[in-house]
């Protein structure tokens, strides 16, 4: 049973294409040449460039295995870690930089990552005086795809730290479990800190008191918030045998609110719109019923959980303007916004 989820997952449209175009970019491809990067994944040049695409992990495997191919470089994974600086990442990227130290970074990363790249699996502990970050892949990988997103996992990680410091972290420690490859002259020109192969997992570790130094670029309010969203998100989401509406979710909660629809939904589900809706409709729901319930949960969190404005509320709902916003969430709460946050305003400060 454990087998046929990994299975299953691993063919779930989850993982944003942002990834993948960025590969792209790292090689240098125009849109003629995009097929190479995406022979055997089934995915066709248009279904790749939409701009809010999802991958499965089998597909970005391929991808990646494409790539090294294309580049010919076996330090292909460095040179892409380089490039996904902390603003590739959306939600997760948002709630790390805006943390109050590098702790919490690592540990909104440590939320966050399974909605993003749901195959990589981080775990934190601390041992003494150092904080450790341990990496582990949730599925079956060869050797130099393995290294490959070790490469990369380990330099996003540190791009997180350096930008949060606000300098190399010199006193970090790196420890592979792949042997030193015939580029470990490079890794220096790639990573701060010592550098170690052959050992017994992928990890990073940080001495804590370097990861309490605080973030210059903090926005506590922020913070706080992006990391309920994630909690509220992983709680849906948590279940062994998805459903058709659980997997819908999934794909809402990791674009911006209310960007996707029908079309791509069921593109990603590898099914017609008719199929997703028949699908939907066996499990007593449907489409806009799913998307109206996650909008409606965003706007009441944001109106709950924190001081923003009605209009920079809308503006994060992705309305155009917030007579909009007004009339969608008085559909779905019988209620203004303005009522809505005033009634509820003693119970969340009760429970806080």
Known sequence: MTRQANISQNL????????????ARELDLTARQLPVLLL???????????EDGLLSATQQVLILRNALVLSGQPEFGLMLGKRLTPATHGAMGFAASSSPNLLSALQAIHIFLPTRVSVIELRLQQVETHLECTLHFRMSLDADIQRCLADTIIKVLLEFGEFIIGRPLNEAEIFFPHPAPTYHALYSDYLSGQILFGCDHLKLRLPMA???????????????FALQQCESMLAQLQTHKPSYQTRIKKMMLSRPPGTLNEDEAAASL???KRTMARKLKEENTGFRQIRDEIMSQQAASYLCDSRL?????????????????????????????????????PQAMHLS
């Open 210 to 224: 370097l990861c309490l130094e605080p973030n210059a670029s903090a926005n506590h309010e922020s913070y706080r």
């Open 40 to 50: 055997g994944t089934g995915l066709g040049v248009r279904q790749f460039l939409r």
């Open 12 to 23: 779930t449209a989850d993982i944003p294409s942002n990834y993948s175009r960025l590969i």
């Open 309 to 345: 404005s009605i209009e920079n509320i809308a503006v994060l709902m992705n309305y155009h303007d917030s007579a909009n916003f007004r009339r969608a969430f008085k559909r779905w709460f019988d209620q203004p916004p303005e009522t809505f946050r005033l009634n509820t305003k």
């Open 270 to 272: 590898f099914m017609s």
